[in-house]
């Protein structure tokens, strides 16, 4: 009896094991050849051996106003290797030790890439992202190293380096290679492209089959991007800089060139600089446009703006006398100094000699509501719209945050803080005859087949101040670069300079800094005719005379003096500009507020 039970067990799992058999053997043969109701027999593609893939894209090129290259995609190779391959033939030390000598890598950081992955098929052996010299790609070629092989890779070149890296961005290291920072950025839906698609099929050492392509859609080129730049005034600009912070001992320095008439920005520079094809090891502050992005007070820059005001509503005239208090004035009951002590003072050599209390004094006279008025027409406390991310709207309280003394503050450029273009663009305004034009990065965006897809033009944006008013501010802002003036150094041999000296004390917890400031000089030539105007603006810099005149008055001479050789710009004969003022023959009623 036992042995019958047993031998029926026997059985029924025979009998299981068989139709276990059967089912799983149908399974495969139905997985295989697709045989099921309303599936064409003859249709052999499966998951397992089609492939879609993304077919990269070349993003378009950056280029300066005269067609220079400043950015553009190459193709370079990457560094990889299968390390299943390199473990079955026993040869790691060896594959290690040869790459090295190649790329004067030690071999025990490759080693650890490879032999710490043995199961794995295909890996970076230098990283993901890093890309190889061509010597070192032609070098590794030729050895033929066994499972080890190149890749194409697509990488963001820029042929000049470090220039121009904050107006250009660059590009990140993920599949898409999104825009970072800069133009790269801001001008991504352009230079990106479209991407391909290919589905196809592989056989089964994972080669493409090309008899089985099933889809090709070719990639789509990015847009080329054309800037105002000019990459030789580009040039010019960061030595200046470089330079100047050098000689100054200064944390960081700023500069922009623009053209007065049109607002096409020919040159934009910060130090420090970095690489846009080692952003990954850049410090943030490095990265920063502090050109427009930076706030700061102005200082003594910020005069400009109320004598200009002061004199379009004829509250006050060139010849007319104020009393400087011999360097110090109780206004509100808090004192007011000037740099040096002055007794009477015009209007005009206020501005040449820079007065604080002359200066105040006029804002005083202006009053709260004009002042604040003025401000906001020279685009003080907003953005220029300039077409590049990451720009300030500087800062300007209303009126009704004012204090007592906020006027005769903000005269002489604090409570107030702008970026350098804001500030230039106040300086481009005067020189313009009083039109204010909207700063130009971006001069047109063409396809591939050489389409413009957009075109810039010359826009203005407003006019603050009559075109009398702007031309007789010219010419006090010419006397400011005359013997006696705060700007003397910034003249350029044969040209006639105007322009204003800035030194402004850094806000620090509690108050304001006796040994950190901000230096700063803009300017335009030639005066009677300005063509580029250029501001320039040194962060704490460390010498012992820190004051704008000595230390940005200079660095604008050297970029002034060789932009207009290179460009060509001529000298003008010296004529007084239309409504200019012989202040000495001319005294004015002599007011004195005596407040």
């Avoid at 397992?48 to 400043?70: C, P, S, T, Y």
């Avoid at 700023?254 to 040159?267: D, H, K, Y």
């Avoid at 580029?532 to 962060?539: G, K, N, S, T």
Wanted: aromatic share 6%; glycine share 8%; charged share 20%.
């Amino acid at each position: 009896m036992i042995e019958w039970r047993y031998r029926n067990r026997l059985i029924g799992l025979a009998i299981l094991m068989m139709l276990a058999l059967v089912g799983v053997s149908t399974r495969l043969v139905y997985l295989h050849f697709h045989l099921g109701p309303g599936v064409d027999r003859g249709a052999r593609i499966t998951a397992m051996r089609q492939f879609r893939e993304r077919l990269a894209v070349v993003r378009g090129k950056i280029l300066d106003r005269n067609g220079n290259v400043l950015a553009l995609d190459l193709v370079k190779k990457e560094l990889c290797a299968s390390p299943i391959e390199i473990a079955s033939n026993r040869n790691a030390q060896a594959v290690a030790e040869a790459i090295g000598r190649i790329l004067n890598v030690e071999p025990c950081v490759l080693l650890d890439r490879i032999v710490n992955r043995p199961e794995r098929q295909f890996v970076y052996v230098t990283g993901f992202g890093h890309v190889l010299e061509d010597d070192q790609a032609e070098a590794l070629r030729r050895a033929q190293l066994p499972g080890v092989f190149l890749k194409d890779a697509m990488v963001r070149s820029y042929p000049r380096g470090a220039s121009l890296c904050h107006v250009l961005g660059y590009v990140n290291l993920e599949p898409e290679r999104n825009g970072c920072a800069g133009i790269e950025q801001r001008w991504d839906r352009y230079l990106r492209g479209v991407p391909g698609l290919l589905v196809g099929e592989r056989d089964g050492r994972r080669h493409e089959m090309y008899n089985r392509r099933l889809l090709e859609i070719k990639s789509c080129p990015g847009a080329n991007v054309t800037l105002t730049i000019d990459q030789y005034v580009q040039y010019i600009v960061e030595r200046a800089l470089e330079n100047a912070v050098r000689e100054q001992r200064a944390t960081a320095a700023w500069a922009i060139v623009e053209r007065v008439r049109t607002g096409e920005i020919l040159a934009m520079a910060n130090i420090p600089a970095f690489d846009p094809r080692a952003f990954r090891a850049t410090a943030p502050d490095a990265m920063r446009n502090r050109c427009i992005a930076n706030n700061y007070e102005p200082g003594s820059t910020f005069k400009v703006v109320v004598v200009a005001a002061a004199l379009n509503e004829k509250l006050v005239a060139p010849a007319q006398i104020f009393d400087c208090e011999n360097g110090t004035w109780f206004y509100a009951r808090r004192p007011l100094r000037d740099f040096h002590p002055y007794g009477n003072l015009s209007v005009a050599d206020i501005i040449k000699k820079s007065s604080n209390i002359g200066a105040a004094k006029i804002a005083v006279l202006l009053g709260n509501a004009r002042l604040y008025a003025y401000l906001k027409q020279f685009g003080i406390g907003e953005r220029t719209g300039i077409e590049l991310p990451g720009e300030e709207a500087g800062l300007l309280y209303p009126v009704s945050k004012w204090t007592a003394i906020s006027p005769t503050r903000i005269a002489i450029g604090h409570e107030v803080a702008v970026t350098a273009l804001q500030m230039l663009g106040v300086l481009c305004t005067i020189a313009n005859d009083g039109v204010r034009m909207k700063p130009q990065i971006i001069q047109q965006v063409t396809d591939a087949d050489g389409r413009v897809l957009y075109q810039q033009s010359p826009v203005a944006i407003s006019q603050p101040i009559r075109p009398d008013t702007a031309r007789l501010m010219k010419s006090l802002l010419t006397r400011v670069t005359e013997e006696g003036g705060t700007g003397a150094r910034a003249r350029v041999e044969g040209y006639n300079v105007g322009g204003k000296t800035g030194t402004a004390q850094k806000a620090i917890p509690g108050g304001y800094s006796d040994t950190l400031n901000m230096s700063s000089f803009m300017g335009f030539i030639p005066a009677e005719d300005p063509q580029l105007a250029i501001i320039v603006v040194l962060d704490e810099p460390s010498n012992d005379v820190r004051t704008g005149g000595y230390v940005a008055g200079p660095v604008f001479k050297e970029i002034a003096e060789q932009s207009v050789r290179y460009l060509d710009i001529a000298p003008q004969r010296r004529c007084p500009p239309q409504g200019e003022v012989n202040v000495a023959s001319q005294p004015g009623p002599g007011v004195n507020l005596g407040i």
